[in-house]
Structure formats: structure tokens, C-alpha cells
């Protein structure tokens, strides 16, 4: 099974700031990488798939990058709104080999 | 507006049964994927089950096969999930999920609100 690793585990940060957020898959995946934003009590929320398209609707602001082994979410111009824990996904191989990073969360600093 | 409404979560105890559905509106149903995800309190994200936009392909996970099935019926636009022989460790919250595709190898495009299901007795 492929094991993805995000870091860090969390991360404080200013609204303005810059952050990235690293996932490394085990083995190669291609672009098969997707990254969600989930708030406290809430559903997960879909912010990019094929490691760099945006979901229709989310902010610019958002981008993600990488390929093979090493991916990165990058959040320009923090928000208030972005304070959340972000996962970084690796899908499409067997389906049934689905796996999930440990996650991040962004707090306020 | 793509919407998944899940329902029938709840207490149960150790060794029981439940029955997890997943109302689905605002695409056309049977042309999707759907897979079901769970978070035990405090922790990560974890996928329990795909099926496609058929009914014919389903795929389990290690922790739940054996135990869970997964079904749909396409013409309700209902996912279900039914789950037998319930543990303490299947404690969690549970999201379906749309896969953005007709065969659940595809990313999650949209999720449901999640329901809480406890194993305790």
C-alpha cells in the first residue's frame, strides 16, 4: 500500500502569510494527488485534484505542485477563512488503495 | 447544487448492526461513483468502501471487508452502507463521498455532512 506523509502536523501562521504544506507518497503516484480543507465539525471540503487543478469555486490563492513522490499545497495571502486542518489524498490506483495524509492544521498565530 | 445528506447513524453495541444511506440530489446519480469515508474522533480520514455508478464494481477496505457492504440504488439516488458485527474501533463520523467519475478510482468532488455512528456498550 502506498503511505502518504504530510508535514508539518500543524502550523502557526498570520493572515497574509505564506504557507506550503508538503505530502510524500511512498512511491511514485503520477499527478494522482488531491488536497482538501476540512473545518472543525465539517464535511471535508474538495480544493485541488490532479495535483495542480482548483476545484470550480476556489479562491486563487490556493495552488498545488509536484509529481512523482513529493507534492506541495501552498496557500498565498492567508485568509481568515483558510484556518483549517488541510489532507493531502493519493487516489486513483486500485480503488481499494485509496490513502489519506495525517493532515495539517493551520491555526492562527 | 450537488447535495448528500447522510442519515441513520447512532449507538449501537459492540457486535450489532447498522444501516448508513446517503440521499444524493442535484446530478444524475447512476452516472457517479460514490465511496464512503470515515474519522474516528481526533484522527485522519479513512476510506471504507467504493462503488461505481453501476453497482457493479466494489471495492472494501482490509479494516471492514466481510463486515460492511456497500450497495446503491440508483433509482432512489440513495448510497447505502450496511454494517454488521460493529466494533469499538468503527467509532466515527462517516461521509459519503461523490467520485467524479463512474469507476471509484477517481478523486472526491463533493462530500455529505457526515454522520456519527458510536460502538459502546
Known amino acids: 500500500d502506498i503511505q502518504m506523509t504530510q508535514s508539518p502536523s500543524s502550523l502557526s501562521a498570520s493572515v497574509g502569510d505564506r504557507v506550503t504544506i508538503t505530502c510524500r507518497a511512498s512511491q511514485g503516484i503520477s499527478n494522482f494527488l488531491a488536497w482538501f480543507q476540512q473545518k472543525p465539525g465539517k464535511a471535508p471540503k474538495s480544493l485541488i485534484y490532479?495535483?495542480?487543478t482548483l476545484q470550480t469555486g476556489v479562491p486563487s490563492r490556493f495552488s498545488g505542485s509536484g509529481s512523482g513522490t513529493a507534492f506541495t499545497l501552498t496557500i498565498n495571502s492567508l485568509q481568515p477563512e483558510d484556518f483549517a486542518t488541510y489532507y493531502c489524498h493519493h487516489y486513483n490506483s486500485d480503488p481499494s488503495g485509496r490513502s489519506f495524509g495525517g493532515g495539517t492544521k493551520v491555526e492562527i498565530k | 447544487e450537488v447535495q448528500l445528506l447522510e442519515s441513520g447513524g447512532g449507538l449501537v453495541q459492540p457486535g450489532g448492526s447498522l444501516r448508513l444511506s446517503c440521499a444524493a440530489s442535484g446530478f444524475t446519480f447512476s452516472n457517479y461513483a460514490m465511496s464512503w469515508v470515515r474519522q474516528a474522533p481526533g484522527k485522519g480520514l479513512e476510506w471504507v468502501s467504493g462503488i461505481s455508478g453501476s453497482g457493479v464494481s466494489i471495492f472494501y477496505a482490509d479494516s471492514v471487508r466481510g463486515r460492511f457492504t456497500i450497495s446503491r440504488d440508483n433509482s432512489k439516488n440513495t448510497l447505502y452502507l450496511q454494517m454488521n458485527s460493529l466494533r469499538a474501533e468503527d467509532t466515527a463520523v462517516y461521509y459519503c463521498a461523490r467520485v467524479d467519475s463512474d469507476y471509484p478510482d477517481d478523486y472526491f468532488d463533493y462530500w455529505g455532512q457526515g454522520i456519527l455512528v458510536t460502538v459502546s456498550s
Open positions: 490532479a495535483t495542480s
